[in-house]
Each structure stands twice: as C-alpha cells, then as structure tokens.
Nanobody
Framework: QVQLVESGGALVQPGGSLRLSCTAS????????IGWFRQAPGKKREAVACIGANGAEEYTAAAKGRFAISRDNAKKTAYLQMSSLSPEDTAIYYC?????????????????????WGQGTQVTVSS
C-alpha cells in the first residue's frame, strides 16, 4: 500500500524559510517521481516542483526560483526547501507519486500525472 506522509509545515514570518519532508512507504521509492503541490483556500491545487526517478528537477512558476526539491532514496524521503516565503505561499502542501495506480506516469509536473497523495501539511506565512 502506497503511503506518503508530509511533515515540516509551520507558521513562519514573511521572508522566512522552511523545509518540508515527504516520507514514502509501500513501493519502490527510487523508481518513481515525487511532486510537491499546494492548495490555498478557495483555489485549485497547483504544482510547485517535481523530481523524477533520475533526479531531474522541474519547477513551476509557483516556485519562482525560491524553492528547491530534492530526494534521498536511501531514506525514501523527498524534500522541499522553501525560502523568501510570502503570505501568498500560505497553503496546504501535498506530496504525491506516480507509483500507483499503475495508469499514472510522470511526464510533466502537473496534478493529473500523480495518483497517490499524502494528507498534506499546513504552511502559513504571516507576521
């Protein structure tokens, strides 16, 4: 059973930094992509950054050059390092994988390519 557990969300001041973690279980972590997504109240879920099984990184406009995605296959964990945070970054952040169901396959950093999701972690940027 594929499981993803996010952690690291917190209340942070504008301009601050935060690192989110996504720990996976139930599948061969190093064979599949991981994506980070976020959803603000009243808005659609949007992609932030993705990393393929080969370690290739993809960022969307939401990352704005301030975020960095990485993965540690030995720990079955992916990370999202966020810096220069602003109130507009306030959202629930989710990680996802294309490992399951089997009809999902990562070709681009978009919600539709990922089938298994974590429960999310809240990031609030406020003074």
């Amino acid at each position: 059973q594929v499981q993803l557990v996010e952690s690291g969300g917190a209340l942070v001041q504008p301009g601050g930094s935060l690192r989110l973690s996504c720990t996976a279980s139930g599948y061969s972590f190093d064979y599949y992509a991981i994506g980070w997504f976020r959803q603000a109240p009243g808005k659609k879920r949007e992609a932030v950054a993705c990393i393929g099984a080969n370690g290739a990184e993809e960022y969307t406009a939401a990352a704005k050059g301030r975020f960095a995605i990485s993965r540690d296959n030995a720990k079955k964990t992916a990370y999202l390092q966020m810096s220069s945070l602003s109130p507009e970054d306030t959202a629930i952040y989710y990680c996802a994988t294309d490992a399951w169901p089997t009809n999902y396959y990562y070709t681009a950093c978009v919600v539709e390519d990922f089938g298994s999701w974590g429960q999310g972690t809240q990031v609030t940027v406020s003074s």
